[in-house]
């Protein structure tokens, strides 16, 4: 089954960056950052997602990876 992966959490210790601050930078709650950090959202609106990317440097790609079935 293909899925996706949040690497949200490895992008936010690479820019040395607290949920709390890039929550407050970013406009959500540290509730739903730490929900999308998990990855148990069904979606993500791309108004938060360019906001994550704009705050941390980075591109869409950086912060999610889709996975491939495993055919084995």
Excluded: Y
Aim: aromatic share 2%.
């Amino acid at each position: 089954m293909t899925g996706i992966i949040v690497r949200l959490d490895v992008m936010m210790a690479m820019r040395k960056m607290k949920g709390r601050d890039l929550a407050a930078r970013i406009g959500i709650t540290e509730q739903n950052l730490s929900l999308l950090k998990s990855g148990k959202v069904k979606g993500i609106r791309f108004e938060t997602l360019a906001k994550l990317c704009e705050a941390l440097d980075c591109q869409p790609g950086d912060l999610l990876e889709a996975t491939t079935p495993d055919t084995s």
